[in-house]
Nanobody, 122 residues
């Protein structure tokens, strides 16, 4: 089992920045991918970014968001710059302990955090 706890969400004006953190505990050595998804009201959960041996990004955030990890702290970060109102959503950290499926789809992942709200005002 892996437990994930997100933090760092909040309210920011358009053009601003936020950094989300996801601290993992438990059997973290078994994880093969860690990612971030987001879900806006009335919409499906969508892929944002993931890190395996490399990084992966949704087209909508490429060049603005950066995913990184600190293995010593069991923490994955999502640095979000040049935020837009359409980035408003609940952001979820997720981890996979398998290799089945693309990192861009929720089916790849086993463990999910509780989510953190990001609100970008115009």
């Amino acid at each position: 089992q892996v437990q994930l706890v997100e933090s760092g969400g909040g309210l920011v004006q358009a053009g601003g920045s936020l950094r989300l953190s996801c601290v993992a505990s438990g059997r973290t050595a078994s994880t093969t991918a860690t990612g971030w998804f987001r879900q806006a009201p009335g919409k499906e959960r969508e892929f944002v970014a993931a890190v395996t041996w490399t990084t992966h990004y949704a087209d909508s955030v490429k060049g603005r968001f950066t995913i990184s990890r600190d293995n010593a702290k069991n923490t994955v970060y999502l640095q979000m710059n040049t935020l837009k109102p359409e980035d408003t959503a609940v952001y979820y950290c997720t981890a996979s302990d398998g290799y089945s499926g693309s990192v861009r789809y929720t089916g790849r992942y086993t463990y999910w955090g509780q989510g953190t709200q990001v609100t970008v005002s115009s």
